[in-house]
């Protein structure tokens, strides 16, 4: 399967799993633009690092996903776009009455309405193209919930809604819309929770990660970054030119609880 001459836009991949999604098309042929909100050398690098491993064009895109005119320039700056793939996002957990405004405006922003901009810009050149593949990484709290967690839980349920109604919108062209949803992944955004959680829990690190943040999981291991490019290749391959307007679950799972 080879996705070369497409090129492939995914949102926040300087880390984690967007770096994972694009790697994977990467490997699969795809000319990649990495994105995130900062500019600094080693962004640049990172994406000249990934073209040179997998022989693609790769570069390497400042664009703020908080603000909607910065998600329609990443689209316009890539000069075309293939395969977008929304996944930059936040987290932010605190009780509902004490939720921080700007908190809840950043995480839905991000997590959501980034999607509907980017995606906005890219259809134009997806039908003048004739293909287009629109990948949003969701989540299992696409699908379900959890205390705490209020502005991320409705943001990835609205961007499943967001891929179906966008599902639909092309369903008679050769565009197809998806969701991934993850489960638990090892990257920096769940790395960064587990000291709050150890002492929360009063536990050490190895009992949290099984009895807290796995808890959910039954497989009781994390999803990797290379499990969800995989998926995302094949949403990308004619095997998945029927799949629109659903969620793929990647979580070990958590959703057949
Ligand atoms: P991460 O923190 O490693 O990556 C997030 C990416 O988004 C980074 O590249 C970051 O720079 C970027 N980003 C943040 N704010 C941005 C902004 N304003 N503009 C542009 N880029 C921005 O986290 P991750 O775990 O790789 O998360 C990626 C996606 O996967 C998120 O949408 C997250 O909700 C989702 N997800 C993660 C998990 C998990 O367990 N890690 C589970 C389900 C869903």
Not at 20 to 46: C, K, Q
Request: hydrophobic share 45%; charged share 20%; glycine share 10%.
């Amino acid at each position: 399967m080879t996705l070369k001459g497409k090129t492939a836009i995914i949102t926040g991949s300087n880390s984690g799993i967007g770096l994972g999604i694009a790697r994977e098309l990467a490997r699969a042929g795809a000319d990649v633009v990495l994105n995130s909100f900062t500019d600094r050398p080693e962004d640049h690098a990172l994406a000249q690092a990934l073209g040179a491993e997998f022989g693609v064009a790769a570069r390497y895109i400042r664009a703020d996903m908080s603000k909607g005119a910065d998600c329609r320039a990443l689209i316009e700056a890539a000069g075309g776009c293939d395969i977008l793939v929304n996944n930059a996002g936040i987290q932010h957990v605190a009780p509902l009455d004490q939720f921080p405004v700007d908190k809840w405006d950043a995480v839905i922003a991000i997590n959501l309405t980034s999607a509907f901009h980017t995606t906005a810009a890219a259809l134009p050149g997806m039908r003048a193209r004739g293909w287009g593949r629109i990948i949003n990484v969701a989540s299992a709290h696409g699908l379900t919930a959890s205390p705490y967690k209020a502005a991320y839980v409705a943001a990835k349920h609205g961007i499943v809604g967001l891929t179906k109604t966008v599902a639909l919108e092309t369903a008679r062209e050769p565009i197809t819309a998806n969701a991934i949803c993850p489960g638990y992944v090892l990257t920096p955004l769940v790395e960064a929770q587990i000291p709050d959680q150890m002492k929360t829990h009063g536990m050490g690190r190895d009992e949290v990660i099984e009895k807290v943040m796995l808890d959910r999981q039954p497989s009781k291991q994390f999803a990797t970054v290379e499990q969800l490019g995989g998926t995302a290749v094949f949403l990308c391959s004619p095997a998945a030119d029927q799949i629109t307007g659903t969620t793929i679950s990647v979580d070990g799972g958590w959703t057949a609880l």
